[in-house]
């Protein structure tokens, strides 16, 4: 395969400014990764642990609760001893550094305020139609 260099094909290696990523693999204990049934069952319970908390955020997302986060919280629970859960989250973290970089471009950012103006100016016109239409109504009865 031809890469554009006179090097040898590799692993490519991180440049000066990135950091280094942590191997990928259990992070238990040596005294547990030593025991193969002890290991296996640390294995269950990391993935028992951070399947109540994945279920609990999943629960948070149509409830009041940090969902989302409390997902990525399961996430990192199941990424201390799975690589599966190790690639998922890496892949997250790119995505949403790569997200953050396009918000902070001076003409995203403008694009956002204007779409964010429009939309207001709409649902604002839409509740004046409303109000003149049907006027203010409150769905509960005071006496004066």
Known sequence: MNTGSNEPAGVAEPTAGAAAE??????????????KMLHLSWQVGVFVVGLAVVVAGIIM????????????GGMAIWATEFVWAQLVLRWTKR??????????DPKVRRRNIILTTIGLVIVAVLVGIYV???????PWKIKE
């Open 61 to 72: 997302l149509p409830l009041p609760g940090p969902g989302w986060l409390v997902i990525f």
């Open 95 to 104: 995505k949403v550094t790569e997200a953050a970089q396009r918000a902070l």
């Open 22 to 35: 942590p191997p990928l693999g259990s992070r238990a204990p040596e005294f547990v990764q030593s025991r």
């Open 132 to 138: 003149w239409k049907f006027g203010i109504t409150m």
